[in-house]
């Protein structure tokens, strides 16, 4: 019996050998511990999270471009539903007007539909981009934003209005003074739209120049004491951009076109002076 338990033991013992030895060659594998949000983050395939973000972008983008054209479009409808009277206020400057092809009016009414419905759907297409852009933003450039966005919509279509109420009818009365019983004056309607596009488009944007003074001057790029030295050359340049953009070459439209830049010039130059120095 004794002999019987000796390889018993030692087959134990070389069983309990084996076990440890095969412990020290494979170890146990302990489960690693959960990593930190911030150990997730620097982990994290950056190409993966940048080219998600980008088609997000891509993908809202497109949205909202998708948008803004509906809302021209339904705007583009209005425009052609009420082109009968559209065409009424455009035409009292100069009465009756003419087409010399088959086509020219047709083409006409719808160049008027879309522009129409483009001045309709700026807040639509102002609205898009600020939501576009808003994520972006930090708090003190979404309140700077949220006043200059509206204040500039609403002095472009106040130049808009000057422009087509005030300026144009003039410019029209003086261009028709040059008619006599010989030389008559007929009015195309395609040529006669393209120029008041012209002559109306450019006072939406001179009548942003005292918006525009007004944030230079709250940065600190420019002061009352820098306008008033420089008025004169603003005088000369105001001339000159008007000839740039005039629709035709005459003293009389340029004029129409500088005169307001100048004045809205000393309406900045005054919002410097007196308020922003406050």
Known sequence: ??????????????????????????????????????????????????SMTLIAHLTELRSRLIKCLLAVAVGSCVGYYFIDDIMHYLTV????????????????????????????????IFYHVWRFFLPALTRAERLVLGIVVPVSVVLFFLGLAFSFFLVFPAAIVFFKGFGNEELEALFSVNRYFEFVIMFVLPFGFVFELPLVITILGKLGFISSDFLRKYARIVIF???????????????????????PMIALYGVGYLIVRFILRK
Request: net charge negative; proline share 11%.
């Open 237 to 259: 340049l105001s001339f000159v951009i008007a000839a740039i953009i005039s629709p035709t070459p005459d003293v009389f439209t340029q004029s129409m076109i500088a005169l």
């Open 1 to 50: 019996m004794a002999e019987e338990s000796k390889p018993l033991a030692t087959e134990q013992g070389d069983s309990v050998s084996g076990e440890q030895s095969a412990h020290a060659e494979h170890p146990p594998i302990t489960p690693p511990a959960p990593q930190t949000e911030t150990q997730r983050e620097d982990t994290a395939n950056p190409e993966d999270d940048g």
């Open 93 to 124: 400057p100069v009465g009756k007007l003419y087409y010399m092809q088959p086509a020219e009016a047709f083409f006409t009414y719808i160049k008027i539909a879309v522009v129409v419905g483009f001045l309709l759907a700026l807040p639509v």
